[in-house]
């Protein structure tokens, strides 16, 4: 009997582990952006109020035969020339790394329908310390240029997403050798996983205390 209870002891120990709330953390990841289509999908989806950082490294041109090579800040020689008026925006450099939050529900052609300066592009370049989602959609970066034909290079950004999620509710230690049959046991109380492991202590004859 006293191996029977030991061993659904452990049993319920190791569900109270295995259910406790598990604390998310900022999650890291590359992706590789092309100058020519300008416009890559990150896959990174977004909820209004999420913020995420960026930093990028890489070579790039918006011109393959003539322009010299530049990073992910652009080419600043060049917004005092015409072609800068067919820049996606004015916020950030000919050629420089650029975002946009396309909303929930719209295709992949989104930036290419926005009329060119819109607000929703924002500036990313080189490193953005922190940025927050205005409304919820997937985080697409580009290159600031709509006449990408003779675009060439690509940058590779680091994305950090945002961490989610409250902190980790505490779980009690339980001295396993000194429980028997009917003694209380010590778990992380509250929500769902609270209630059903009160519910099955319960069914199972065990009581529980927080």
Known sequence: MKGFQRLLTIGVISCLVSLRSTPAF???FE???SASPPWTDTDLSLDSGDTFSITASGLWRHDHCCGSLYGPDGSPSENDLP???LSFTHAANKGSLIGL???TGQSADYPYALPLNDTKFFNVGSNLP???ADYPGKLFLGFNDTIFNDNQGFVTATITSPAVGGPEPP???VEIGSLSL???IPFASGGPVGAFIASELNDSGLSSSS
Request: no cysteine.
């Open 31 to 33: 992706k590789t952006i």
């Open 83 to 85: 072609g800068f008026n």
């Open 26 to 28: 900022a999650s890291t």
């Open 171 to 173: 779980l009690h230690s």
């Open 101 to 103: 939050i396309v909303p």
């Open 182 to 184: 009917g003694d209380a």
């Open 130 to 132: 922190s940025f927050e």
